[in-house]
Each structure stands twice: as C-alpha cells, then as structure tokens.
C-alpha cells in the first residue's frame, strides 16, 4: 500500500493531500530513509513522522485497504 495511504486510512493524518504534502517536505521516514508517498508500506516498517517539532514513530503491525475507526488504532504502534 502506498504510504500516503496508509497515513490517511490508520488515521495517523487525517488527510490523504495532507500526508502526501508530509512526504514531499521529508518529514516522513520509513525504516530511516525520507519517502516519497508512493514508498509501498509493509508489516513491520518503522514510520517517523514530524509533526511541527514532535516526532512520532510508529511500527507497522498490519495493511488493509479499509478499516472501521475504532480498528484503526490496531494498525499500528507506537514506539
């Protein structure tokens, strides 16, 4: 799945134009490199994503095209 994607639909940003912007200012790695937003996000990847000054890293436990809200949260984890 691509990554901006996957931001979009594991809620982690709630946009999908908005997520696509994060990666091409590199302010998302995944597995320490900048990605671009078409990068194909897999289990187990480790995403960083800075959010003004605050980093947030999480790892990723599972990839599905849609979830509910309340499964979300179970897509990834945070680190």
């Given at each position: 799945m691509r990554l901006?994607?996957?931001?979009k639909v594991s809620r982690i940003i709630k946009r999908r134009t908005v997520a696509n912007e994060a990666?091409?200012?590199e302010r998302v790695t995944v597995n320490g490199?900048?990605?671009k937003a078409s990068t194909q996000v897999k289990e187990?990847?480790?995403?960083e994503i800075m959010?003004?000054?605050s980093p947030l890293?999480?790892?990723v436990l599972s990839v599905k095209e849609t979830v509910?809200?309340?499964e979300a949260k179970e897509m990834y984890r945070v680190i």
């Amino acid at each position: 799945m691509r990554l901006d994607k996957y931001l979009k639909v594991s809620r982690i940003i709630k946009r999908r134009t908005v997520a696509n912007e994060a990666c091409d200012a590199e302010r998302v790695t995944v597995n320490g490199r900048a990605a671009k937003a078409s990068t194909q996000v897999k289990e187990g990847d480790v995403l960083e994503i800075m959010f003004g000054t605050s980093p947030l890293k999480v790892e990723v436990l599972s990839v599905k095209e849609t979830v509910k809200k309340d499964e979300a949260k179970e897509m990834y984890r945070v680190i």
